[in-house]
């Protein structure tokens, strides 16, 4: 009884919110430049855009538990590992006026 309430409610949200985020990071795998994954050294453009698609084609088709699962962590790990990277070496990660010494708090002055 308690499994019928959760397949016909929370597993599909759940199944849509993978689609959704994997969808996301393909996108913004397809946007960045070739050369900032070998500036950031990270996996090339088209591993990523490679395991990123299968995820999306796995999410939307198969609904394989585990293959989701497996997409779902190298999804994770593209937003937050490889975006920021890539966000970095593209100049997009930096504040205008900022200096490389500012923290995420304002300007580190060296413990002074």
């Known amino acids: 009884m308690l499994m019928n309430g959760f397949d016909n409610g929370v597993l599909p949200l759940l199944g849509f919110a993978m689609l959704a985020l994997a969808v996301v990071a ?7 430049r070739e050369d900032a994954y ?12 490679v ?10 088709f198969l609904g394989m538990l585990f293959l989701q699962i497996a997409g779902l962590v190298a999804t994770i790990v593209f937003l937050v590992d490889v975006r920021p990277a890539l966000k970095q070496v593209s100049g997009g990660g930096r ?18």
């Open 38 to 49: 070998r500036a950031a050294d990270k996996q090339t453009k088209t591993f990523w855009l």
């Open 26 to 32: 393909f996108v913004f795998a397809l946007l960045a």
């Open 95 to 112: 504040r205008r006026g900022g200096s490389s010494s500012d923290g995420p708090y304002g300007p580190y002055n060296g413990g002074r």
């Open 51 to 60: 395991i990123l698609g299968v995820t999306v084609v796995v999410d939307f």
